[in-house]
């Protein structure tokens, strides 16, 4: 309770006032951390099923290069053929205020290969396709990973305020209308005995 305050109305409107809103700043807040809350939960299953996809692929995508490395001998000298890929973009989604990355990759067409096909055959072929998908798959769950941990960010900072307005804000607002409340119906007391004493006095 802050003795600071002066028991008014007005004063006893203003906070009542102040505590509906803190209130509905406390619903809005729970809200928004339970949305954030099953957005998190349905990254983190896609983000495991992203994964079990890369363990297999790059699994398949070594094979594949031990193939062209025993078929070619070993590709190194093929490999520096291959440009460094720039085609990566970001751009973000809002989800309750909280920025989310989307992450593009340009997909390379399915006729366009870095490297000769004079010195090459279809086992590097195969190496280099499952190799662009292994970037693609890498870049998704980077985006996903990196999309939960901010989720997770804002959910933690969600559930602070929340507390906040739960455990102190709304209860010590509550404190301090019950103060000036109870101030104005003692005042109103020693008003109504006022005027009696004056009644009687002029009866």
């Known amino acids: 309770m802050s003795t600071s305050i002066v028991p008014t109305k007005g004063n006893l409107i203003a906070l009542k006032k102040s505590s509906e809103l803190a209130k509905v700043g406390f619903e809005l807040m729970d809200k928004k951390r339970n949305i954030l809350i099953r957005e998190m939960m349905a990254l983190i299953k896609h983000a495991n099923e992203i994964q079990d996809k890369i363990d297999i692929i790059y699994t398949n995508a070594y094979k594949a290069l031990q193939m062209a490395n025993v078929t070619l001998g070993i590709c190194h000298e093929l490999s520096e053929t291959v440009p460094v890929d720039e085609s990566l973009s970001l751009s973000y989604r809002s ?50 990973e990196n999309s939960i941990y901010r989720l997770a960010d804002a959910i933690c900072k969600a559930q602070k ?27 109103d007391r020693e008003d109504f005995s006022r005027l009696k004493v004056i009644k009687s006095r002029k009866g």
């Open 95 to 144: 989800v309750m205020g909280v920025e989310i990355p989307l992450v593009f990759i340009e997909e390379p067409k399915q006729a366009d290969l870095p490297f000769g096909l004079y010195n090459t055959d279809s086992t590097l072929d195969e190496a280099y396709r499952k190799f662009i998908e292994v970037k693609k798959l890498t870049a998704g769950l980077a985006e996903i």
């Open 161 to 187: 305020r929340a507390n906040a307005l739960k455990n102190i804000v709304i209860p010590r607002f509550l404190e301090n209308i019950k103060y000036v409340s109870d101030a104005l119906e003692e005042k």
